[in-house]
């Protein structure tokens, strides 16, 4: 099943097909992936955080239940949430362009894979772990030394509170586009290659010669 290809992929593609993923391509990626997932995961934790908190105060549950799912539950709820999204995103058309998964790490013969939930795990599983490590260096970088600075002029809480909690989102949001344009866009995962083709395909016969696709 892993290898198994889309109905529509009888025919290896035209070199034409190919297009070289810019900036613009990441953002546009980025933006139809980042505002779901954040817009749900945020109404998600919410509902959540509500509920725990009306259980805690009626004794339902105990503090050390509550208190370590209140602290963790944005986090994990924002991936597992991604995982979802990252599957619409890879089957999403957009307005010029779509993402394709390609056999033979897009080589030559390439075919257009299904994005199955075992690729779409994979992708989604590449764009995890390296937002968790960009994460931390930018935790280290930019979090920290603010929070020294802000400390410096000790402003009122709620000015504290909103200025790192759009520091989180500004952070969140780089740290998200560098991932897929870096790591996930023209990148070899798992024996296949994710790749930008045009929305209206190329025929072999009108096709131009082009050069292969080129890395990050």
Not at 63 to 74: E, M
């Given at each position: 099943m892993f290898e198994s290809l889309s109905p529509a992929s009888a025919a290896p593609l035209a070199d034409g097909n190919y297009v070289q993923p810019t900036l613009g391509h990441g953002l546009r990626i980025w933006w139809a992936f980042y505002w779901p997932m954040t817009v749900i995961s945020g109404i998600l934790v919410f509902v959540l955080n509500f509920w725990l908190r009306q259980l805690y105060e009626e004794m339902v549950l105990p503090?050390?239940?509550?208190?370590?799912?209140?602290?963790?539950?944005?986090y994990v709820l924002s991936y597992?949430?991604?995982f979802f999204v990252m599957y619409y995103i890879l089957r999403k058309n957009f307005r010029r362009f779509h993402i394709a998964l390609l056999s033979n790490r897009g080589g030559a013969g390439a075919q257009p894979l299904s994005p199955t939930i075992a690729r779409t795990f994979r992708v989604w599983w590449t764009y995890s772990w390296r937002t968790l490590v960009y994460t931390a260096i930018a935790w280290v970088a930019v979090v920290l030394p603010m929070?020294?600075?802000?400390?410096?002029?000790?402003?009122s809480p709620v000015?504290?509170?909103?200025?790192f909690m759009l520091l989180g989102v500004i952070i969140a949001g780089a740290v998200g586009l560098f991932a897929i344009y870096s790591n996930i866009l023209d990148e070899d995962i798992a024996g296949f290659r994710v790749c930008v083709l045009p929305r209206q395909p190329v025929n072999a016969s009108q096709a131009t010669p082009a050069a292969s696709p080129a890395t990050h």
């Open positions: 503090a050390s239940v509550v208190g370590p799912i209140l602290k963790f539950d944005p597992v949430i991604a929070t020294w600075f802000v400390g410096l002029f000790k402003p000015f504290a509170t909103l200025f």
